[in-house]
C-alpha cells in the first residue's frame, strides 16, 4: 500500500474538511465510548482482568522463543504445518507457495490487518489469485480500491449513500431499481453476493487474535461468521498471524478474551469466537484438509527487551483510537499507513521508519485517554514521546520546532522562570480568550490552533493551583 | 532459516544467557497446570445462574425455550411454526439428538447434516452452555459437523440443563478430559447470539454471514 504518513498534516487538513467523512465520525465518537464504558462497568472483575491480561502477555513476551517453539510442535502433532516468516515478503512467498500447490484461483478472507500489514491483496492479485474479502466492512472497502481506517471496524469513514453506489457499480447482475435505501437491504445483498464465493473459494485466508501454545490452536473472534465460512469450506486453510499472538493456555486466552469485546465493541462477548486446532480429522465430515499457519515476525522479534517491547502486549481491540480526540477529528486514513490511532502512532514509525511517520507520535494531545482505556495496560503516550525523543535526536523535525522545543526546555529547567512564564502565559490567555474562554489562535502554535480552539487556562497555573490546594 | 532467525533473535533481545533449562521448566509448569485465573462472580444458586444463562442469551438477542426430554420435538415444531419456517431441518447425527428425531420426524422432513450451504434451518447439540455470557460451546467432529453452525438461515440448538457451566474456564476441562490433554476437536465454537454487522453506519443488524435467528433448546435435567 502507498505510504502517505510523510503528508500526515496535509492528509489531517484534507480529513478535516471533508464532510461526508466528518459525519462518518460522528458515529466512532458517540457509539464506541459509551459502550465500553458500560461493559467495563458492568464486570467487577474489569480491573483485576486487565492487570491479569498484562501479566500474562509480559510472561509470554520474557519467554516468546519457547512459547513459540511449543506452538509449532503441537500444530505439527496435530497434522498442520508452521511456516516462520522474518519479512513481509517471505509471509507472501510461504502463502502464494501453498495457494499455487492447492491449484488455487479464488482465495477468501476473513478480516485480518496482518495480511494489510503485508499487503496480500494486490500482492495475490498480480499472481492471477483472487482474494475477496468477505467481512462487510472489508468487502465495501475492496470494492472501493481502499483500505481499512480503523482496525475492528475498516469501513467507519463512509455514509450508507456511498456504499449504496458502491453496490449499484459491483452488483450489476441485480435489478438497477431495486430498494437499497436501508443498511439491512444492503447487508443482505452482500450476504447473498458473498456465500457463492464462499462455497466456491480453493483457499480460505484469515488471521488469529490469538495462538494457544498448549493445544497449538489458531483463535479467531467475529461478529458475522465471515470467518467462519472462510475457513471450514475450502480445502485449504492458511492462517496468518504474528509472533506475539501467542497465550500459554486456553485459561490464559479465556482471561483477555474477557477484556477484549468489552474494550473493542462493548460487546461482554464477541458473537463467534472460534479455535482451530490442525485440518480436518479423518472421521470429519467437513473443515479443510490442510491447516497453515504462517508465522510473522516482521520486526516484532527487534522490540523485546526495547522500550517499545510493551507494545507486542496490544490485542487489536481499537479502544485507543476510538477514544483518541485525534482520530476523531482526523479518521484513520490520515495516518498513512496500516494501523491508525495511538497504537498505529507508536506501531508505524517502528514498521515505515520514524523519517517517513515521525508526524504521527507528534500529532498526540497527550491527554492520556488511550492508555486509560488500553485494556492491555500499554503506555502509549509515553511510547509516543520516546518517538519524539528519537526524532529529535536525529533532527528530524523541522528547526523552529527544535527550537521552540529547545527554549522550553531551557526555561522548564529554571523552575522560577518557568512558573513566571507560565503566570504570564495563563492570564495573558485568559484575557484574549475572553468571556468565551476559547483562544482561536496561538503565537506559537498557529498551526495547531488552525482547526481548533484552545480553551483558556482559568484559575492560574497548576503550580499555583497545587500549592494553594495543599 | 527464518526460525532460526527469528528463534535467535528474541533469544539475544531477551538479555538471557544461553542455559534456558529454567524457562523451559516455568512454561512447561505453566501449561500443565493451566490454572484459571480471575473468574467473574456468579449468582449463588443454580436456579439463579441458569436464569442468568438465558437472560444473556436473550440480550445477546438468541431466545430459548426450556422444555422437558419429551417435549423437545413439539417446541421444535411451534418455534418453526411461529417463525413461518418451512417443515423441514437440516439435522446433526448427534445421538443424544435421537430423542428429538424421533419427536418431530412424523412432522417435519429431517436430513442428515453437514448441508450443501441451502438450508433454512439447522439443528445442533452443544456441548456446554456458559452462564457468565449466555454463550454456547459447540465442537466439530463427526456428530456435529462445523458449517451447519454457520450456513442456514436459522439455526437451533439443543442444550442439557447439566451441560451449563458458570464460566469458559469449566469448558476446557472437559475437553481434556474427552480428547486427552493438549489436545482439542478440530473446531470449538464459542457461540453468542445470532450473527450480525454494524459495519454500515454502526447500526446493529443482526443476519450477516452466519444465522439470523439463534434458538436455545434448554432442556430440564
Ligand atoms: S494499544 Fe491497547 S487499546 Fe489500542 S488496540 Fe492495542 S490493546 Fe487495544
Not at chain 1, 410 to 429: D, E, F, H, N, S
Not at chain 2, 167 to 195: A, C, Q
Request: with cysteine; hydrophobic share 35%; proline share 6%.
Amino acid at each position: 500500500m502507498q505510504i502517505t504518513s510523510p503528508g500526515f498534516k496535509r492528509n489531517a487538513t484534507r480529513a478535516l474538511g471533508d464532510e461526508q467523512l466528518q459525519k462518518a465520525l460522528g458515529h466512532v465518537r458517540s457509539n464506541f465510548i459509551d459502550k465500553r464504558a458500560a461493559a467495563a462497568a458492568a464486570l467487577p472483575e474489569f480491573e483485576a482482568l486487565r492487570d491479569n491480561a498484562k501479566a500474562i502477555k509480559d510472561h509470554v513476551l520474557e519467554n516468546l522463543d519457547i512459547y513459540l517453539e511449543t506452538f509449532e510442535e503441537r500444530v505439527t502433532a496435530q497434522g498442520g504445518n508452521v511456516h516462520w516468516a522474518a519479512t513481509a515478503s517471505e509471509a507472501r512467498g510461504h502463502i502464494l507457495d501453498i495457494c499455487r500447490k492447492a491449484g488455487a484461483r479464488s482465495v477468501t478472507k476473513g478480516k485480518s490487518m496482518i495480511t494489510e500489514e503485508i499487503g496480500l491483496n494486490s500482492f495475490l492479485e498480480k499472481s492471477d489469485i483472487t482474494p475477496i474479502e468477505t467481512d462487510l466492512g472489508e468487502y465495501i472497502i475492496q470494492l472501493r480500491g481502499e483500505h481499512p481506517s480503523h482496525i475492528i471496524a475498516p469501513a467507519v469513514h463512509l455514509n450508507m449513500d456511498q456504499v449504496r453506489d458502491d453496490f449499484k457499480k459491483a452488483h450489476t447482475h441485480l435489478d438497477a431499481n431495486r430498494a437499497m435505501d436501508e443498511p439491512e437491504i444492503l447487508l443482505k445483498e452482500a450476504r447473498g453476493v458473498l456465500r457463492d464465493r464462499f462455497l466456491n473459494a480453493d483457499v480460505g485466508i484469515t488471521g488469529a487474535n490469538f495462538l494457544v501454545a498448549e493445544t497449538g490452536s489458531s483463535i479467531i473472534v467475529t461478529n458475522e461468521g465471515n470467518g467462519d465460512l472462510t475457513q471450514s469450506l475450502p480445502k485449504v486453510h492458511i492462517v496468518v498471524a504474528s509472533i506475539e499472538k501467542i497465550v500459554p493456555t486456553l485459561e490464559d486466552m479465556s482471561q483477555i478474551m474477557r477484556v477484549l469485546a468489552r474494550s473493542a465493541t462493548g460487546q461482554e462477548m464477541s458473537v463467534y469466537t472460534t479455535l482451530s486446532s490442525g485440518p480436518r480429522r479423518p472421521e470429519d465430515p467437513d473443515g479443510p484438509e490442510q491447516y497453515h499457519v504462517v508465522l510473522l515476525d516482521n520486526g516484532r522479534s527487534e522490540m523485546i527487551g526495547t522500550e517499545f517491547q510493551d507494545m507486542l502486549r496490544c490485542i487489536r481491540c481499537g479502544a485507543c483510537m476510538n477514544h483518541c480526540p485525534v482520530y476523531h477529528a482526523v479518521g484513520g486514513h490520515a495516518y498513512g499507513w496500516v494501523y491508525p490511532g495511538p497504537m498505529g502512532s507508536v506501531l508505524t514509525p517502528k514498521f515505515i521508519g520514524v523519517d517517513k511517520a515521525g508526524h504521527l507520535p507528534n500529532a498526540s494531545t497527550f491527554c492520556g485517554r488511550c492508555e486509560e482505556v488500553c485494556p492491555m495496560r500499554i503506555p502509549l503516550p509515553k511510547m509516543m514521546r520516546h518517538w519524539r525523543e528519537q526524532e529529535f535526536e536525529k533532527h528530524l523535525s523541522p528547526p523552529a520546532q527544535r527550537r521552540n522545543l529547545k527554549l522550553w526546555a531551557w526555561v522548564a529547567k529554571r523552575p522560577t522562570l518557568y512558573r513566571l512564564a507560565t503566570r504570564i502565559a495563563a492570564r495573558g490567555m485568559s484575557v484574549l480568550g475572553g468571556r468565551r474562554h476559547r483562544l482561536g489562535w496561538l503565537p506559537v502554535a498557529s498551526a495547531w490552533t488552525k482547526h481548533r480552539d484552545m480553551p483558556t487556562p482559568e484559575g492560574g497555573t497548576f503550580m499555583a493551583q497545587w500549592k494553594g490546594k495543599r | 532459516m527464518s526460525r532460526e532467525f527469528i528463534l535467535e533473535r528474541i533469544k539475544s533481545r531477551q538479555k538471557v544467557d544461553g542455559d534456558d533449562s529454567d524457562r523451559r521448566r516455568a512454561v512447561e509448569k505453566r501449561i500443565a497446570e493451566h490454572a484459571p485465573g480471575i473468574l467473574p462472580a456468579v449468582p449463588g444458586t443454580r436456579v439463579k445462574r441458569l436464569k442468568q444463562f438465558i437472560d444473556k442469551a436473550e440480550a445477546a438477542q438468541a431466545s430459548v425455550s426450556r422444555v422437558s426430554e419429551q417435549s423437545m420435538g413439539k417446541a421444535l415444531v411451534e418455534w418453526l411454526r411461529d417463525h413461518n419456517l418451512p417443515a423441514e431441518v437440516r439435522m446433526s447425527p448427534d445421538k443424544r439428538l435421537d430423542g428429538l428425531r424421533k419427536q418431530a420426524e412424523k412432522k417435519l422432513t429431517i436430513k442428515p447434516a453437514p448441508g450443501d450451504g441451502s438450508d433454512i434451518v439447522g439443528v445442533s447439540h452443544a456441548e456446554c452452555g456458559i452462564v457468565e455470557t449466555g454463550t454456547l460451546a459447540l465442537t466439530s467432529g463427526p456428530d456435529n459437523p462445523t458449517t451447519l453452525n454457520f450456513l442456514p438461515e436459522n439455526h437451533v440448538v439443543v442444550l442439557r440443563e447439566k451441560d451449563v457451566v458458570d464460566h469458559y474456564e469449566d469448558i476446557w476441562p472437559r475437553l481434556r478430559k474427552r480428547f486427552g490433554e493438549r489436545k482439542m476437536p478440530r473446531t470449538l465454537n464459542l457461540v453468542t447470539g445470532p450473527s450480525r454487522s454494524a459495519d454500515i453506519e454502526q447500526t446493529l443488524i443482526l443476519g450477516a454471514h452466519g444465522p439470523v435467528r439463534l434458538h436455545i433448546l434448554l432442556v430440564r435435567d
